[in-house]
């Protein structure tokens, strides 16, 4: 009888265990989306690279920049937090230059960016690397033969509020707003935008696949709404990436790996065709 005991304790301990290294485990996975649209006749690939707040990925950060460059993206967005204000900045710098040599790419600040009191600084940076820095306003990208035009605003805690600048905007092609805070879709949702890019919720840092996707991100409080994923508001897109922070942190992720969102954009009764 206690030899039984023993083994079924054994057994429960052990399956804590896996339980516990499954729910800790912080490998890169990434995420995809396929969004249709009418206004496209090829597909476009889009890297949605959030919330890093200069994050380890190996030496040369070489995890994730192999991530992307395996998937052959048309265009990079990055909705901020890419640079922590506790953090050293190195790691956001080498994954941001690396970028920027090899694709077209977006940037907003953060509420992070805006923290570090260098937000000035990092977006003149950030420029100086070729990579587009939207605030407040657009810029039209060409792929394949067609217009992708991303709209971006700053975080609020660069204390502008830049969303009248956008919202009433007219963009050519496809259009996409970056924004990096989520709890404020329904104010993006006014404006004229195909697709809606959002972080800062990092996936509500502990989740329950199936059962709870997320249990509390900043500003939204306990179960978010919008702790990470895709959201269709009819004819809008909104995707909400849950980030690749790691180590800063202060609550480990629980069923929570960091992400790389890959959006395929396809023409409609396209989307057996993405890959």
């Given at each position: 009888?206690?030899?039984?005991?023993?083994?079924?304790?054994?057994?429960?301990?052990?399956?804590?265990?896996?339980?516990?290294?499954?729910?800790?485990?912080?490998?890169?996975?990434?995420?995809?989306?396929?969004?249709?649209?009418?206004?496209?006749?090829?597909?476009?690939?889009?890297?949605?690279?959030?919330?890093?707040?200069?994050?380890?990925?190996?030496?040369?950060?070489?995890?994730?920049?192999?991530?992307?460059?395996?998937?052959?993206?048309?265009?990079?967005?990055?909705?901020?937090?890419?640079?922590?204000?506790?953090?050293?900045?190195?790691?956001a710098?080498?994954?941001l230059?690396?970028?920027?040599?090899?694709?077209?790419?977006?940037?907003?600040?953060?509420?992070?960016?805006?923290?570090s009191?260098?937000?000035?600084?990092?977006?003149?940076?950030?420029?100086?690397?070729?990579?587009?820095?939207?605030?407040?306003?657009?810029?039209?990208?060409?792929?394949?033969?067609q217009?992708?035009?991303?709209?971006?605003?700053?975080d609020?805690?660069?204390?502008?509020?830049?969303?009248?600048?956008?919202?009433?905007?007219?963009?050519?092609?496809?259009?996409?707003?970056?924004?990096?805070?989520?709890?404020?879709?329904?104010?993006?949702?006014?404006?004229?935008?195909?697709?809606?890019?959002?972080?800062?919720?990092?996936?509500?840092?502990?989740?329950?696949?199936?059962?709870?996707?997320?249990?509390?991100?900043?500003?939204?409080?306990?179960?978010?709404?919008?702790?990470?994923?895709?959201?269709?508001?009819?004819?809008?897109?909104?995707?909400?990436?849950?980030?690749?922070?790691?180590?800063?942190?202060?609550?480990?992720?629980?069923?929570?790996?960091?992400?790389l969102?890959?959006?395929?954009?396809?023409?409609?009764?396209?989307?057996?065709?993405?890959?």
């Open positions: 009888m206690k030899s039984r005991r023993k083994l079924l304790l054994g057994c429960l301990m052990a399956a804590v265990v896996v339980l516990l290294l499954l729910a800790l485990d912080n490998r890169l996975v990434v995420r995809r989306y396929t969004v249709e649209s009418d206004k496209l006749t090829e597909r476009v690939r889009l890297a949605i690279v959030s919330d890093l707040h200069s994050c380890a990925y190996g030496e040369g950060q070489k995890e994730l920049l192999d991530a992307v460059a395996a998937e052959e993206p048309d265009l990079v967005l990055l909705p901020g937090d890419i640079v922590d204000d506790v953090l050293p900045e190195d790691n710098w080498t994954v230059e690396a970028l920027a040599e090899r694709w077209p790419c977006c940037y907003v600040t953060g509420n992070h960016e805006w923290w009191g260098e937000a000035e600084r990092i977006c003149q940076e950030i420029e100086a690397l070729g990579i587009h820095v939207l605030r407040g306003e657009s810029v039209s990208v060409a792929v394949k033969g217009t992708i035009t991303v709209f971006g605003i700053d609020p805690d660069s204390g502008e509020d830049q969303f009248s600048q956008v919202s009433g905007a007219g963009g050519e092609g496809y259009t996409i707003l970056l924004a990096h805070r989520p709890e404020k879709i329904d104010d993006y949702l006014s404006g004229p935008f195909d697709l809606i890019v959002s972080g800062h919720a990092h996936g509500g840092q502990w989740r329950l696949p199936g059962l709870i996707n997320g249990l509390y991100a900043p500003n939204q409080g306990l179960f978010p709404q919008y702790a990470g994923g895709r959201y269709d508001f009819g004819a809008q897109v909104f995707l909400v990436s849950r980030g690749l922070a790691r180590e800063s942190t202060r609550v480990p992720r629980l069923f929570n790996p960091p992400e969102v890959i959006a395929d954009l396809v023409p409609v009764g396209a989307s057996g065709a993405a890959n």
